[in-house]
């Protein structure tokens, strides 16, 4: 692919081992962010080493051949990068932020920790505790529990229904010979997406990722596509408690669905802020929450509007049938033509908003180039949320039942009966 099909102050480069290089020239900025993002994440663990990959992610900066963990951390710090690595159900970013004239010493630090992590075994131990902690953090809160438990449900039968942390017996039991196999495994050329965004000379970027990447060989396995088929699902986990949480996924358009801004405008109108239906209905009318919104989630093949409501347990009926009739009006009716035009100048000023810096931007071009091989200007975005009709919202929900399948998760003191009672039909 040439520069000549991308839009203006946008990049591509393929080097002959398979990375890919994706750059946006922020010429009024005097910073870059910079990222390398592979298919090494959640769904890629193998079998039963449930939390591999976010373990993986504490040890990567924890030493390489060149340095220890205390000498890579003061090599960052002494030119004044920000870094990071993150990992999600289906991919992991290694990022760091800094002034545009140290990108040639940052990317040769970003080139060590990639390609010679050593994983030392006194900090394994070290990063192990601080999991095993997460863990017990996140069994200690709901409102961290339900999303697993709604996620694990929704996508039975996928790896993306996976505990992101693990569990204490399979974080206990991993070792640094299973941190080696998934960076051997993983970590390959063919599955790297390299993109920065900023002030950078293009030509001088792929010179360098040429010189320090450039004999990096080596494929990573196919992955099993990942295809969930929710059902109509109600799952409790029942704790003594005074609050009641409740969340609720269905399916809907994902990232590359013609139809994504169309679905984002009827999360914005559902409960995107305070302006939203279910804000106003559920907690300003009746007072029956003291949190409530929704949102798009989802992955690659599947899409899905979340909604997210904490409510006490004596409310905590009333509550789910207030949604449920919310979702059933916006199935029937749609939106109107007030909250279509409302819920575009929102989406178009977070757009913005978020465009203003080089970390957003590397995030949205390796994101949009990842899923769509393509890259999004935010004039593109911003048309796209323009050109959003209320036809197309309908047609989103015909495509789309918010009630049909729909997968409910409680965590709090009721059972199904006193919770759900005759709210749904299954």
Not at 60 to 81: C, I, V, W, Y
Not at 86 to 92: A, G, H
Not at 381 to 408: E, F, G
């Amino acid at each position: 692919m040439s520069n000549q099909t991308l839009p203006p102050n946008y990049f591509f480069h393929r080097l002959p081992n398979g990375i890919e290089l994706i750059g946006q020239y922020m010429p009024s900025l005097s910073s870059i962010t910079l990222g390398f993002q592979l298919n090494a994440a959640v769904i890629h663990e193998p079998a039963e080493k449930y939390g591999l990959a976010h373990l993986f992610e504490y040890m990567l900066l924890q030493g390489t051949k060149q340095r220890d963990a205390r000498a890579l951390n003061e090599a960052f710090e002494s030119l004044g990068a920000r870094k990071g690595v993150s990992t999600s159900l289906e991919i992991s970013q290694i990022w760091a932020q800094i002034v545009h004239n140290k990108f040639d010493d940052t990317l040769a630090l970003l080139r060590d920790v990639l390609l010679t992590p050593t994983f030392p075994r006194n900090e394994l131990e070290q990063m192990r505790n601080i999991i095993l902690q997460e863990i017990r953090r996140r069994d200690d809160e709901p409102m961290s529990r339900i999303f697993e438990l709604v996620r694990s449900k929704f996508y039975e039968g996928t790896s993306l229904g996976r505990p992101m942390l693990g569990t204490n017996e399979s974080v206990r039991a991993l070792q640094k010979q299973d941190l080696q196999e998934f960076w051997r495994e993983r970590y390959q050329p063919d599955n790297v997406l390299f993109a920065i965004a900023g002030k950078f000379d293009w030509d001088h970027v792929v010179a360098q990722m040429e010189t320090l990447f450039g004999d990096w060989s080596g494929q990573a396995s196919a992955v099993a596509k990942q295809t969930p088929r929710p059902q109509n699902a109600i799952v409790l986990d029942r704790q003594e408690g005074k609050q009641e949480h409740i969340c609720m996924l269905c399916p809907f358009p994902n990232y590359t669905d013609p139809d994504y801004y169309a679905a984002m405008i009827l999360a914005e109108v559902l409960g995107g802020n305070m302006a939203s239906r279910l804000f106003v209905e559920v907690r300003e009318k009746r007072g029956l929450v003291y949190g409530v919104s929704a949102s798009l989630a989802g992955n690659r093949h599947i899409g899905a509007l979340r909604i997210y409501a904490g409510t006490t347990p004596e409310q905590g009926r009333e509550c789910l049938q207030v949604i449920v009739n919310e979702l059933r009006k916006l199935e029937q009716d749609g939106i109107t033509a007030d909250e279509l035009e409302r819920a575009k100048v929102q989406l178009k000023s977070e757009n913005v908003m978020r465009s203003e810096g080089s970390g957003s931007r590397m995030g949205a071009i390796a994101r949009s180039w990842w899923y769509e091989r393509k890259v999004r200007t935010v004039h593109e975005v911003k048309d796209a949320i323009d050109a959003v009709t209320a036809d197309q919202v309908m047609q989103v929900l015909q495509r789309y039942s918010p009630l049909n399948p729909l997968t409910v998760a409680a965590v709090g003191p009721l059972s199904r009966d006193e919770l759900v009672g005759d709210t749904l039909p299954f």
